[in-house]
């Protein structure tokens, strides 16, 4: 047979294929569900695509390819085939009809006519490409007042794509005393599948943007790491480990079977060998060098500088207040741009000192390999946001309670292999450690699909611990909030791997010293989540400046709940107690800070005086105060190594007004007063 | 049960168009052409949204905004404010005063009901 006979054949062949692909098109329509019918139009094209590579027509079948790669997508459900995409496949098929037939008649087909036509197919197997994003969506909480309703926005979500999952999370709604049914106080997480891209998603929460915390980043499809054959074969049970291994040391390298085949002597695989290592080495170098190791002491210095300038800021702010007159309008303007250019260089000068936690997360791999190992686990670490920042301190601090958490989580979250089978789950258990930052958070999620909390082992624990008197009037909150309670372990035989209950009060007590907090999401046999919100940095904070006597102090907002002038009938002394007051029906205990501090005051009663009330280890206390002053951002500085160190004084920083204040350490007092208390 | 919408801007053209648009979607239309007068339209009747202009004689947007954010029948109701791109520092006051979404004038009717449908189903 000649050559002409064979381009004959490929010719009859590719016009029957055309003839399918088209009817194929037209159906798929009606049914887009129809699997079959997508795979059959794809073999059709993947034929044609095929032999006319065969035959040198290689313009054709790069033509092909691109179809090809449309309907590979559609066959895969990342595509959906609308009207637009089966419009355009169906114009590719007329222009392929087209090509065939100049192939049949010897002429020449102008491929330059079908290059808008290719580009456009290969946006669409782009653009369409379905991914899928977290959506993270904390309302503000006077969303219901500006007359908006949270629902219809995830009824939005559902017209851009589809909502693989939600979740509410309800762990924000205070107690019924407390609960104010104008606000908002749920939060949701969305995973949605869709074709869109990041900036649509973004548009749905057009109006609710302002007060609302929205954050939406695209998931990395796991599936997405294909496996080594070697380890697929194992997996499917095809072949033995060790035979994999067998099989690899006889594998020859690439030099080795080209000096045995006399193409190349060893000493030029030496040296090509050698050149390649050099250009590693000089991409390792480049990847280094856009980073300058700089000495922290340099940069704490610079961080103070910038802090003294925020302080500047808030003494002109006073002064224009102050002054009011024209003038002062016009100086205002100013300002507020020397203060916007202010808070930028203050807003770098802190993220000099942030750091990715992606180093450290990877740490955890390799803990979870070894831990997963010796409990005969098969556990793997999923890790997201390694790029999210975190203050160097806060990053060094909250390593050891991550490394607690991975390890709770694998003890005593996730199950046994034989018992996952069972409960239908995947046999291979899966931790996730993401981190991700929200307005002035970051929060860091260890994730585990295992059992869940259990309410009940709990309750008995805690019971049998002492820790509660009774499981009546708790809800499921209080309850899984025990576990962070001294003394709780839920373990029932020791591990070597998560320890002796000295565990989550511990990791608890370290995030709070972060002026961070933890909170519990659990569902039975779904898994568990972790989540620690810390703050971005250490040296910032926002605190509420308070006066006693002659005195100006400042509480950290942070562990601030309310404050208030309390009733006079409010005010009691209890038996071993000591002084509490009444809010709300709630006896808390009032400290005296005059007492504490040793220090005058000028209201010594505390209906004439204010009492902040803050929270410390999920206990309220009243700090009796002479009077709030205001609230500010305040630059907390050390006290030197001239001062010992005090118990109750954080650090202090230099006002507004110019004058220096001492910021309180909240904890430090509680613990103080509370062991004066029972002396 | 359709729902009912009230346009507010003195511009008969203006308010024509959006109550064309809307009725044509399937919506009650209420019509006022200023801030006072959607107030005593208001009474007793039930509103499912409101859509104001901002700049109208006698009370403007801005003002019937907040005056509906203190009575107790729409206190929760959707609320969208006609601006333009000029409008900025307007529209961050009518944010403030409790609107709960906006529209750039000029736009198309289907911008229009896309908006609409934002707020009632």
């Not at chain 1, 035959?55 to 390819?65: K, N, P, Q």
Request: hydrophobic share 40%; proline share 3%; charged share 30%.
């Amino acid at each position: 047979m000649d050559i002409e006979k064979l381009l004959r054949v490929f010719i009859d062949e590719a016009v029957e294929r055309i003839g399918e692909i088209e009817d194929g098109l037209l159906e798929i329509e009606k049914s887009p569900q129809d699997m079959e019918l997508i795979n059959s139009i794809f073999r059709a094209a993947h034929t044609i695509k095929g032999s006319s590579g065969t035959f040198g027509l290689s313009d054709i079948s790069r033509f092909t390819h691109c179809m090809e790669e449309i309907l590979d997508l559609m066959r895969n459900g990342k595509l959906i085939p609308e009207k637009e995409i089966v419009n355009t496949l169906l114009e590719a098929n007329d222009i392929l009809k087209e090509m065939i037939e100049t192939v049949a008649s010897g002429g020449s087909f102008d491929f330059s006519r079908c290059e808008g036509l290719v580009s456009r197919m290969k946006s669409l197997a782009e653009k369409k490409e379905l991914r899928q994003f977290k959506i993270i969506f904390i309302p503000s909480a006077d969303l219901f007042r500006r007359g908006i309703e949270p629902t219809i926005i995830i009824e939005d979500l559902k017209n851009i794509g589809e909502i693989v999952d939600i979740q509410a999370y309800s762990d924000e709604v205070p107690t019924l005393s407390e609960f104010n049914p104008e606000e908002l106080y749920l939060r949701w997480d969305i995973l949605l599948r869709t074709d869109r891209e990041e900036s649509e998603i973004k548009e749905v929460f057009e109006f609710v943007e302002d007060g609302s915390k929205i954050k939406i980043f695209p998931v990395t499809d796991a599936e997405k790491d294909i496996p080594f054959l070697g380890q697929m074969l194992i997996k499917e049970g095809v072949v033995a480990p060790e035979d994999v291994d067998a099989a690899l040391k006889t594998q020859k390298r690439l030099g080795e079977i080209l000096v045995e085949e006399g193409k190349a002597t060893s000493e030029e695989i030496e040296r090509v060998i050698a050149k390649q290592r050099n250009s590693k080495q000089e991409s390792f170098k480049k990847s280094i060098t856009s980073t300058i190791r700089v000495d922290l002491g340099k940069l704490d210095h610079l961080v103070n500088i910038v802090g003294e300038m925020v302080i500047i800021h808030s003494m002109f702010q006073q002064f224009i207040n102050s002054n009011g007159n024209r003038e002062a309008e016009k100086l205002d303007l100013i300002f507020n741009q020397l203060q916007r250019i202010g808070k930028d260089i203050q807003e770098s000068v802190m993220s000099l000192r942030m750091l990715p936690v992606g180093e450290v997360f990877h740490r955890f791999t390799r803990l979870v390999r070894e831990l997963s190992e010796t409990r005969n686990k098969e556990i793997e670490l999923i890790i997201t946001g390694e790029e999210t920042e975190l203050d160097k301190g806060v990053l060094e601090k909250i390593t050891d309670p991550l490394v607690h958490l991975i390890r709770n989580a694998i003890d005593h979250g996730i199950e046994e292999t034989e018992e996952r089978i069972a409960k239908g789950k995947p046999a291979r258990g899966r931790i996730h450690l993401s981190a991700f930052q929200l307005g002035d958070s970051v929060y860091i999620e260890v994730e585990d699909d295992g059992r869940g909390l259990d309410r009940e082992k709990i309750l008995r624990k805690a019971l049998s611990a002492g820790l509660i008197n009774s499981g009546e009037g708790l809800t499921d909150d209080q309850i899984f909030n025990l576990i962070f309670q001294p003394g709780f372990s839920t373990a029932e035989k020791v591990t070597d791997i998560s320890g002796r209950g000295v565990g989550m009060d511990v990791v608890k007590k370290n995030i709070e010293s972060l002026n961070g907090k933890i909170f519990i999401r659990t569902k039975p046999d779904a898994g568990t989540t972790i989540s620690i919100k810390l703050p971005l940095t250490l040296a910032i904070i926002d605190g509420l400046t308070v006066g006693i006597g002659e005195e100006v102090f400042v509480i950290p907002i942070s562990s601030v709940i309310e404050s208030l002038r309390p009733e006079r009938c409010n005010v009691k002394t209890l038996n071993e107690k000591g002084e509490v007051i009444n809010v709300r029906d709630e006896y808390i205990p009032l400290l005296r800070l005059h007492e504490i501090l040793d220090i005058p005051a000028m209201k010594i009663k505390p209906w004439e005086a204010i009492v902040v009330v803050t929270s410390h280890e999920d206990k309220k206390y009243g700090l009796l105060v002479d009077d709030l002053i205001g609230q500010q951002q305040v630059v907390i500085k050390n006290l030197g190594n001239a001062m010992p160190k005090v118990r109750d004084i954080a650090g202090g920083t230099i006002l507004g007004d110019g004058r220096v204040a001492l910021v309180l350490d909240v904890p430090g007092i509680i613990d103080i007063a509370t062991k004066a208390l029972m002396n | 049960m359709a729902k009912t919408v009230l346009i507010v801007d003195d511009s008969t053209s203006m308010r024509q168009m959006v109550s064309f648009t809307l009725k044509d979607a399937g919506y009650e239309i209420v019509e006022a052409v200023n801030g006072r007068d959607a107030l005593n339209k208001v009474n007793g009747r039930k509103i499912e949204m409101v859509i104001t202009d901002l700049n109208m004689p006698e009370m403007d947007g801005i003002e019937l905004i907040r005056q509906l954010r203190c009575s107790a029948g729409l206190r929760f109701t959707p609320i969208v404010m006609l601006t333009t791109e000029s409008q900025e520092s307007k529209k961050e006051e009518g944010k403030r005063a409790g609107a709960s979404g906006w529209i750039v004038k000029p736009f198309t009717p289907e911008q229009l009901v896309s908006v609409v449908k934002k707020f009632v189903r």
